[in-house]
């Protein structure tokens, strides 16, 4: 099987290290050949159909195929397409496609799937490219054209991610409602219970060779304990590290327990919200920052989950990571320094401003674990350099709504995740640009910047662009790096 890393990327690697490492065999079933099956205890459910919209991040790349995919190092390589091209002008892609392949239900994929697959996104308010779509050709059965308003460099990486996956056009009613899982993946969508179970077989049509592995049952265990507990009595033979902290120290000491690891593109963030009447002082904000000991604090409670923060973004990002660069360190003899400078004074063992106790809220998810035992750790370490931290735990849905309306001073995420190997997006779609959707920070300067960025055509221009941004960004202080995420299996 070819090498992708798929969306979260972890599963795709382990089943072909359990193959490579002769696992789980490699026999197709047969008279006196066991079915090859493997029983994943996971801790979301499919969630749909559309890998657009509604389907589990951690399971659409075995089903569906994108245009242009990611490899294992993150540099784009042959999907669904085996070759493509940008126009001088960044505005017209060409692709040539994969010819001989066929969709779970028997349906040809060529140029004409391609176009009902954009047509549908652009139909159904499609964003981010999307929007730039302003014709496409199919000059014939293996060449797809599209035709852009403005300039996208980074096209051929944007559709390599996996929600952008090719469906089979028999799959969308009239109303462009995806009605069934059928992609040209490695492994067909069998059955789904929701909130129970789904299962997958191989698909032995797949286009870079059949999987060994003929069956995938997904065992959907929310709790991670429970997961674990499921892992011990053999009921499942793999799970997802996900929020499993409590769990994984007692599985590493187990002889029959492997657990694999392999560094992700996600990264956890403290956002501070800069449009705060009392964080939009950046002195205030580089205090924090110097308060908090994450490179030491991440290893003690973590372990293998996760490694502490070296830069803008995870290692995984290689180019677009600039070794020269460093981000604001541990630093408490200083953080005294910026407090006065900005405007308060240590009085009874916490700063205060007009007399005034300075406390601040942090935003938390009611169902990480490992935010909530590093917000215990930053409140205590805050607390010890005078600033006063209030955490309230709250779910997903909650604290996105409270950052959409800027209503929050602090708060605890993961970074905005961006499946591609140039992250560009990162700045304008997620938090640096009047226009994003955080918007955590933001300046005429900046944005000026962005979409230069966004504008660009040479390689080298884009990189340098990159290292300003992170360096102009990380002086502002509007995220405070706490780790990068590692996958575990």
């Known amino acids: 099987m ?15 290290l359990a193959l490579l490492a002769g696992l789980y065999g490699c026999g197709e079933a047969g008279a006196g050949v066991p079915t090859q099956e493997l029983v994943i205890g996971e801790n979301i459910d499919l969630g749909g159909y559309d890998p657009t919209k509604d389907m589990s991040a951690f399971v659409r ?8 995919e990611l490899g294992y190092d993150y540099e784009k390589i042959p999907g669904l397409a085996t070759e493509w091209n940008m126009s001088p002008d960044g505005k017209t ?7 001989g392949v066929k969709f779970h239900d028997g349906e040809p994929w060529n140029a004409e799937a391609a176009r009902v697959n954009f047509q549908h996104r652009v139909d159904g308010g499609g964003t981010g490219f999307y929007t730039a779509i302003e014709s496409m050709e199919t000059p014939d059965e293996y060449t797809f054209v599209v035709h852009l308003s403005r300039p996208i460099f980074t096209f051929a990486s944007d559709i390599s991610v996996p929600s952008y996956g090719m469906i089979s056009p028999s799959a969308f009613d009239e109303n462009h409602k995806v009605t069934a899982a059928v992609g040209t993946g490695p492994f067909r969508l069998d059955s789904w219970a929701k909130d129970a179970e789904f299962v997958m077989t191989a698909n032995k049509e797949f286009y870079d060779g059949a999987p060994k592995l003929q069956k995938l049952v997904f065992k959907v265990i929310v709790d991670g304990n429970s997961r674990a507990m499921a892992l011990e009595s053999g009921e499942i033979d793999m799970m997802s590290g996900r929020n499993a902290l409590t769990s994984l120290e007692s599985l590493k000491k187990m002889k029959n327990i492997q657990i694999l690891k392999v560094m992700g593109q996600t990264s956890e963030i403290v956002m501070l919200n800069t449009f705060d ?12 920052a110097a308060s908090i000991n994450f490179p030491a604090t991440v290893p003690a409670l973590l372990t293998d989950l996760a490694e502490p923060a070296e830069n803008f973004f995870s290692p995984v990002f290689g180019r677009f990571v600039d070794s020269d660069f460093k981000l604001p360190r541990y630093d408490p003899d200083t953080c005294g320094e910026y407090m006065v400078r900005a405007g308060y004074e240590l009085s009874g063992g916490f700063y205060r401003k007009n007399g005034e106790k300075l406390t601040l809220e942090l935003l938390v998810g009611s169902q990480n674990e490992e935010d909530k035992a590093l917000a215990a750790v930053m409140r205590e370490q805050l607390g010890k350099n005078g600033i006063d931290l209030v955490i309230s735990l709250m779910d997903a849905a909650a604290i996105n709504a409270r950052i ?9 995420q993961g970074q905005n995740y961006v499946p591609t190997d140039d992250p560009s997006v990162h700045y304008r779609n997620g938090y640096y640009h009047s226009k994003s959707f955080y918007n955590t920070f933001s300046s005429a300067e900046m944005d000026a910047k962005v979409d230069a960025l ?3 055509l040479n390689e080298a221009e884009r990189l340098t662009l990159h290292r300003e941004l992170q ?4 002086a502002q202080v509007p995220v405070i790096m706490m780790f990068h995420r590692n996958n575990i299996i």
């Open 2 to 16: 070819k090498k992708r890393y798929g969306l979260i990327g972890c599963l795709s690697m382990v089943i072909l």
């Open 454 to 456: 966004f504008n660009s």
């Open 277 to 288: 009447k009392t964080l939009s002082n950046p002195d205030l904000r580089r205090a924090i």
């Open 93 to 99: 892609w060409m692709f040539r496609l994969r010819q």
């Open 471 to 474: 360096k102009e960004i990380t």
């Open 404 to 412: 959409g309306a800027r209503e929050y001073q602090m708060a605890m």
């Open 61 to 68: 790349f075995l089903i569906f195929d994108s245009l242009v």
